[in-house]
């Protein structure tokens, strides 16, 4: 632990050179420790954030700055002599050739000075787990090794043969990251620790082959190779999260910088673009990429915009091939990320979530995404959906559907996936967060295998581990509710069981209670202990049918639950009688374990108890030692065994046991004290010695005593100066946890403590037991202590001895293992010294739990809260190497017929103690309900009673019975009887509401399943007068298919290569940086609007003005020249070539070929498809969702009119329900003889009115509820009250019938009282009956003729409203019938189309195989063809530069010649010198040879020029000298000749090296040529793939059944005049074809006598071109010599016109002038600014003046008052008269005045003093007058 006056003077930099400073010696063999510092010069460069949204990034740009200072520094230290570089060439030539020694970079244990303990004292055997937590932890080296990290070590599992390597970290402090290189030769480690390093080790060798340093501070947390293997990207952790990309091989990082404030979970490059990366983490996804600034190269970061989604932790992502990015979120959605903004959110038809949980991992494997979840599932997407998703409404979702997905297994949590190079097969390795490792199978065939488990180990921490006793079996349980059991010696997990919880504590039973050794005993989370049995299933009886038989197996022996809480410790007794178990409920709970663990009782301990340890054999008495993690240590006795149980206790809790309790108190500042002064001591001593021997020797030279004691006194003074204060006494305000403890003696023992007291071993002793003691106040501390080296932040978590006590084995915080080496017996660890320390799991989280050796100590097991297990074996000097297996104990007999116990699942279930105490308050109950009874009964025979009399009140008269109120005793009862009723029917609504919370959410499910899907219900319309009837369709919403449509290859290939043009984004943002230039003009131009110009700007602002305008004269002409220069070339290339053809008859060429009207079959083996009749399966499903929207349209068209017959019908129906009351209104008052009978109203059926089933009321409700009661009281005949439940349900949903008919009734008497017919109803008299008289019998005729008229009218009005609906009804059946048969023909088709769809997506793989290497290959071969064109140029560009030599060559000699000229004799011998072959050197050995070397080179030149002068001249036997001109011989001539040679030579030379390139250049055509004529036969070969292939997709589709239904008619395939059984030999042809072949006959004789027509009017009119082109030619050449007088005629010369017209100013010397103006106005203006300050300052010191002269006069005038009042006060002091001799009241008021005055005058007198000091000094500070405390009241 770093003490508090500790201080890092180095700035953190010390840990750092100690961590490079380890392994110097290594680094020192290949390079010079400035090596890498050196090569970083102008690379370490800072990325520029492209965002300001982060605010965490804006804090840290301070860190940024000081971090690329450092890089520049180190950049400008690189910039060394050329000696130095020489050196780092050296250094380069040697890292690129040597590799590293692993054992000296490799991490060894540390073994204590002087010791005689090897370095390999324990060896790693085997490690059983790996951080299946840990990002990417499963990498794939080859086709049988994987790669994971499990604590400091590195392992390569060989998973078909399952051995291991270990690969140790290099620094101590484990492994961050690991990364494979692409081609599977390299792999990274990114290590832990004070920055660590990356090491890349070379596959298979394992050597270590480069070291990365300095890339992080603390740890790394994933590093990722580029595609090609050249670059590795690093991203490190808390603190500094600095992202790196390095140049790994020559050990350079290139770009450096932070990737974000939060933490950086991954980092990858773009496989399409190096220069692109993407990382991801907390709340955060971020985009780089790498930029060329004018700074050098940076990495430049854009974060992602969640925008309106919620902010999420990202996991997985991929980068798609256009630059898009796919990413998953916590919630299990896709996320499309387009620039820095999400595109669209993807997820699963009905809202669902693409996976439920997190989504860990996304790849693009093959055209198809493919992503693994949290919730174990692979899913499997097309890749071509998501590319081009995007919005369709304001959710931001869209909805798509995995092509297949695969369940692994439950509880499963993939966290990464890698593929397997399997040829032909999908294989996958997934690394499973539950612990596992998987093989996957994603090919989706019929013979896809299933999900391979292929390891299992823990997930996350390991609570405990036990060894057996007797063999190498070792049982481990975790919080992943598993129990395994591993064969540690032969290296095998051997069973395994599953519960609940999770385990917490785990310990084998010893031999004393199971001799065989098969027991364990095993405590849970819910505070359950389980007690499992362990056998060899192979001893078993096989039985038939039984499962596989696995090596062991565990069975459930016993089941108890003594705690509420985890079990964290389990003790037996040291005789194996007694088991004692700990919780975190602070209770011990003993059992009898000979009584099948009977409860013998529990005490209550302080605090959580952490370890249970019973006192060995060696000690008289067998107490039980208790820790709890709050300080306390309690020793308990043995606990009584009672026989028999006392039935009136109640709790098992023991009272009166004597225990001793020990209250730790912390003594570590005491120590540190004591040693403080121990060192203090010491050095004083020193100091002593010392200075008496200085004394001495200045004893000798100093004789004087007086010197002697001055010298004393001055070493007195040096030490009281010197002295500190002592560290003071500290004891942490919060007990220390106890993490462990032993017994080291009755009585005594060790414990290790942690956070502040760590660091010490303290030995302990019990305080003696008083009785009745306050333990909790008491403070007991340590007799004794031991110092532990290094464990002040790193304390022991858990000790164990060897069997023979001779080692003790300690479990460190950090993951390591400390070994002690004690004499035998050594329990008080007085030989405490040597010992042996390694890192074995991770330091960060890995601290080991366990901690246990093999029964014989030659083994030692770790486990760890990282979810490692390692075995190792110890060093022995007897050890024999030979093969160690367990032995599985066999099983007991007739275990198999044992009844298994009943397990506690349930962890609400009732503890031992608490089902004690609730079996007595049950008991209690019981009897207080039975005295409630008898309560009830009394209560019932006074209720009676109470009836009686109210039966006699009612038997009395009325005038003497009493009233109702007259009973109540209490008017309140009365009511607080009301109020309970209606609190418990809220009570009952609140008890209630959940089941309708849940059935209204049923009903909205089944909703949203059945009905919401629907657009419209069938509805039957019936007849009225006949059984005919109409129903509509049930019409479902449109498919998938018809929703949205899928680009076809051809397209997505288009729209990707405008997506890489990207010409509407630059636009965009151009438009957008021109509107932000417009807005800062507008915002200038506004400023200057506010105030008025002044003159000098007016002049600037006209001097720019026309400087501007000069400029613009200039642009303008000069983009004219541009434009027309523009034209020219556009009207030149718009000019057609000699063997032009019209594009428009070049297609129409094309159209007739194609579209010729070859009607061969497609079964036909020589049939070609045509390019627009290829499909495949977008364009299907493109005519798939064409084919349901044209039905669906049609469809709800005739469920339109379905509906408006529907509703025709109601009206109809009310109207003839208003004519038929009004018909029984009519026939009141006709006789009965003349009635017409009453037509009967229509009914409406329930399936005319499907939409009123969803309506009930009250009543139907009570209806239903009866029935279901029925339905349950009888039981006998269920299947036909099911049925009849059944029709009740129906009626659930129904109105009463009597309703519905009195509802309708009344709407029609309503109606019928508004509208319609009025007629008179006679009234009856009440008075007597006359006879009418003969009006009255007239007007009673007239009336019945008129009723009876009306009836028959309504008769008939009723009779044709049926009729006409009943037609109607049958023209819309006849409609939808036709329809009927329409739709059938169109579901046939879909059927078909949906078949072909199915086929065409198993072929659409194979296929964009085949198109991409096709397009591949015709890539390549345009690639050579362009190769070849090019090489031919260069072949011509050098055939004539050849001929121009031989040229040369041939005016050389001819003007040799001429300078001969005729007759002269020594013209042979010139010649000869001339036409003479010299062998020449090359210039760069001249260049670099001495002149000795040039001189003996050119004799030895001439002598064999001479030589091949004489073999070239063959009879010639003369040998002449060409280096003296002959006598009479021109010297000149001579000299020339010699010149002219030399010419000659080099042309010779040129020609030489000419035809070497021209062969060079044949050579690489012939190459080439050769290369094309391979690739066109392998396009030709791909070409006749594809179409083989679309032959054989063409043969599979002809395979389909198509269903087309004839008519007899359209049969013309007749035999004997009758249509022949057998059709399979005829073709389906369409009359439409037929017929067009028939007209194209016609069309194209026309076209012909068209096309001729056409021929000779086009020669006529190229005759006439020609014509007018030659005629243009003479005006051209007549208006050129035209311009070139005008221009000799103005200019004299010819002038370059476009050179005149761009004639500019001098814009330099323009900006200068206004410069200087703009400086000489701005000089005035300072100057005057300056003058009217002056003028202010000279007014200011005026002003001043005259204000000191009047405070002058001021203190004149006060001076003069202070006078007078002196002179009276002295007068009236001395005029005492007799009469005033005694004090007055008057006289002492007025003497305070005064005095008050006095004082308040010379207060003003100094302030006004000083004024004038301060006055007369320069600057002088006027202070405010102080005011009198008069004038202050």
Partial sequence: ???????????????????????????????????????????????????????????????????????????????????????????????????????????????????????????????????????????????????????????????????????????????????????????????????????????????????????????????????????????????????????????????????????????????????????????????????????????????????????????????????????????????????????????????????????????????????????????????????????????????????????????????????????????????????????????????????????????????????????????????????????????????????????????????????????????????????????????????????????????????????????????????????????????????????????????????????????????????????????????????????????????????????????????????????????????????????????????????????????????????????????????????????????????????????????????????????????????????????????????????????????????????????????????????????????????????????????????????????????????????????????????????????????????????????????????????????????????????????????????????????????????????????????????????????????????????????????????????????????????????????????????????????????????SQKDTGGTVNMQEESIIEKGKKIRPRTLSEIMVGNQIEKMKKLTQKSERAKLKIVQRKKEWEELYKSKPDDDYEDPKDVQAIKEAQTYMGDFNLKTAADYKIPEHMRINAAKKEEELGQLDVMAHGKKRYMNKCILSLRDLKLAIVEEIQCLVQELKTIQLSIPMSKHIPIPQVPQIHPEEDPEKRFQYDEETLMRFKRKHEKCQTEKTDHSEQSGSSVSGGGGFLKLSSGKEGNLTTRDSLSRSSKGGLSIDVPKLLEFEKAEPTEVEVEIMKRDEVKHLYMQQYLTNRIKELIVSFDAELHLLRHRKLKLDIKMKLSDLHHVTLFQEMLLLKNFEKQENTLQERVNSLDKEQQEMQWKTNETLKEMEEKKNEIAKLQEQEKALYAGFQAALGENNKFANFLMKILKKKIKRVKKKEVEGGADEDEESEESSEDESSLESDEDASGSEDEVFDDSICPSNCDLNLFELALQLREKRLDIEEALVEEKKIVDNLKKEYDTFSKKIKVVATNLHAAEEAVEAFQREKQQRLNELLVVIPLKLHQIEYMVMGEVPDDLSGTLVFSNHSLGRLQERIIQLQEENSKQQKLNKECRERRKLLIREKKEMAKTIRKMEETVRELMISKFGRVVDLEALQTLSVNTTLEELKIKKLQKELSNAKEMKMWEEKIAQMRWEIMMKTKEHTKKLHQMNDLYVEKQKLDSRLNKLQNQKGSAFQGPRKADIIARQKVTELIQTQSEKILVLKKEIAFLRKKGGLILPPILSRQENK
Avoid at 168 to 195: D, R
Avoid at 269 to 298: C, R, V, Y
Avoid at 874 to 886: D, V
């Fill in 1 to 1067: 632990m770093r003490e508090p006056d500790d201080q890092d003077t180095d700035g953190g930099r010390s840990d750092r050179s100690r961590s490079v400073g380890k392994h110097s010696g290594s680094e020192s063999k290949l390079f010079p420790r400035e090596a890498p510092e050196d090569t970083t010069n102008e690379t370490f460069t800072e990325g520029e954030e492209s965002y300001l949204d982060d605010e965490n990034d804006l804090e840290n740009m301070e860190e940024r700055s000081t971090s690329s200072e450092e890089y520049f520094h180190s950049g400008r230290t690189s910039q060394l002599p050329s000696a130095v570089e020489e050196v780092e060439e050296e250094v380069k030539k040697k890292i690129s050739e040597n590799f590293y020694d692993y054992s000296e970079l490799v991490f060894m244990p540390f073994v204590s000075p002087d010791s005689n303990i090897p370095l390999d004292f324990l060896t790693l055997q085997h490690s059983f787990g790996y951080d299946c937590k840990k990002r990417a932890n499963l990498q794939l080296l080859d086709s049988n090794t994987v790669m994971y990290i499990a604590g400091n070590q590195l392992v390569l599992l060989d998973f078909r043969s399952k051995e291991q390597i270990y690969l140790q970290s290099s620094s101590g402090q484990g492994i961050g990251a690991i990364g494979v290189h692409p081609q599977k030769t390299y792999f990274a480690v990114a290590e832990k620790g004070s920055f660590p390093n990356i090491i890349i080790y070379e596959y298979s060798s394992l050597r270590p082959y480069r070291i990365l340093r300095d890339g992080t501070e603390r740890a790394y947390a994933y590093v990722d190779f580029n595609s090609e293997g050249t670059l590795l990207a690093s991203v490190g952790c808390n603190p500094d999260y600095t992202i790196t990309i390095w140049n790994w091989k020559e050990e350079i990082p290139t770009l450096r910088t932070k990737a974000f404030s939060q933490d950086v979970f991954k980092v990858t490059f773009n496989p399409e673009d190096d220069e692109q990366l993407t990382t991801s983490g907390s709340g955060h996804i971020k985009f780089w990429e790498m930029a060329l600034t004018f700074t050098g190269l940076k990495l430049q970061g854009s974060l992602g915009r969640f925008g309106k989604t919620s902010t999420s932790d990202i996991e997985g992502y991929t980068e798609l091939p256009d630059g898009k990015v796919l990413s998953g979120s916590e919630w299990g959605n896709l996320l499309l990320w387009e620039g820095s903004l999400i595109k669209v959110e993807l997820c699963r038809t009905g809202m669902k979530c693409c996976h439920q949980g997190p989504i860990n991992q996304i790849m693009l494997d093959e055209g198809e995404v493919i992503t693994a979840g949290s919730d174990g599932c692979v899913r499997i997407w097309d890749f071509e959906t998501i590319d081009t998703a995007d919005i369709i409404d304001e959710t931001g979702l869209l909805e798509i559907e995995p092509i297949n997905e695969l369940q692994v297994d439950k509880n499963v949590n993939l966290f990464s996936m890698i593929k397997m190079n399997e040829v032909g097969n999908n294989i996958w390795l997934a690394q499973d967060a539950s612990g596992a490792i998987w093989k996957l199978d994603l090919s989706f065939s019929n013979i896809t295998q299933d999900p391979e488990c292929l390891f299992s180990f823990h997930s996350g921490a390991i609570e405990a581990l036990a060894i057996s006793p007797l063999t190498y079996l070792m049982a481990t349980t975790a919080l992943d509710c598993s129990v395994r059991v591993y064969d540690f010696a032969s290296r095998t997990p051997l069973a395994q069981m599953k519960f609940k919880r999770g385990g917490t504590s785990l310990t084998w039973v010893p031999q004393t209670v199971s001799y065989s050794g098969a027991q364990i005993i095993v405590g849970f989370q819910d505070g359950v202990v389980r007690i499992l049995e362990l056998y060899d299933s192979k001893g078993l009886t096989v039985f038939a049918g039984r499962k596989k038989v696995l090596d062991a197996e565990l069975h459930l022996k016993h089941v108890f639950k003594p705690h509420t809480a985890e079990v964290t410790a389990l003790a037996y007794e040291r005789v194996g009688e007694i088991l004692a178990t700990g919780s975190k409920d602070q209770t011990v709970f003993f059992f009898d374990v000979e009584k099948d663990y009977k409860p013998i009782g529990y005490i209550n301990t302080p605090g959580p108890v952490c370890q249970l340890s019973w006192s060995p054999v060696t000690h008289t008495e067998s107490t039980l030692m208790i820790i709890c993690e709050n300080g306390y240590i309690l020793e308990a006795p043995y606990p009584p065994i009672k026989d028999e149980e006392d039935p009136s206790v109640v709790s098992y809790e023991i009272h009166n046991l004597c225990i001793r309790y020990f209250h730790f108190s912390s003594i570590k500042s005491k120590i540190v004290r004591l040693k403080e002064i121990e060192r203090r001591e010491k050095q004083k001593a020193l100091k002593e010695k010392e200075r008496e021997l200085r004394w001495k020797r200045l004893a000798g030279e100093r004789e004087e005593d007086g010197e002697k004691e001055a010298l004393e006194e001055e070493g007195d003074k040096e030490e009281e100066e010197e002295e500190v204060p002592l560290p003071e006494i500290f004891i942490p305000p919060s007990p220390s946890p106890i993490l462990c403890g032993f017994y080291s003696g009755p009585g005594t023992f060790w414990v290790s403590l942690g956070s502040y007291d760590s660091g010490f071993l303290y030995h302990c002793e019990f305080p003696p037991y008083v009785e009745k003691c306050d333990f909790q106040n008491q403070e007991n501390e340590p007799f004794d202590f031991c110092f532990l080296e290094d464990t002040d932040d790193n304390p022991v978590q858990t000790i164990i001895f060897s069997v023979n006590q001779t080692m003790m084995f300690c479990g460190m915080r950090n993951g390591a293992i400390r070994v002690y080496l004690l004499s035998q017996n050594d329990l008080s660890l007085n030989s405490l010294q040597d010992y042996w320390h390694f890192n074995v799991h991770d330091n960060d989280y890995g601290c080991i739990k366990s901690i246990s050796t093999s029964f014989d100590d030659q083994f030692l097991v770790t486990a760890g809260a990282d979810g490692n297990i390692f075995v190792f074996s110890i060093y022995s000097e007897f050890m024999l190497k030979r093969e160690f297996k367990a032995k599985v104990p066999s099983p007991r007999f007739g275990i198999e017929l044992e009844p298994i116990p009943e397990d506690i699942e349930d962890p609400k279930a009732y503890s031992i103690e608490n089902a004690r105490r609730k079996r007595e308050q049950d008991k209690l109950m019981k009897e207080a309900e039975e005295v409630k009874a008898r309560k009830r009964e009394q209560i019932k025979a006074l209720r009676d009673e109470f009836w009686k009399l109210l039966a006699m009140n009612k038997e009395l008269p009325k005038h003497m019975q009493f009233k109702q109120t007259d009973f109540d005793i209490d008017a309140k009862i009365r009511a607080d009887i009301s109020r309970k009723t209606v609190h418990k029917i809220q009570q009952v609504e609140k008890e209630l509401a959940w089941e309708k919370q849940k059935y209204e959410l049923g009903l909205k499910k089944l909703q949203n399943r059945f009905r919401d899907p629907l657009e419209s219900d069938i509805v039957v319309v019936y007849a009225i007068q006949s059984e005919h009837q109409i129903s509509s369709y049930r019409l479902v919403k449109p498919s998938k298919y018809s929703e949205f449509k899928r680009s076809s290859p051809s397209e997505r290939r288009l729209s990707k290569m405008e997506r890489f043009e990207g010409p509407g984004k630059k636009e």
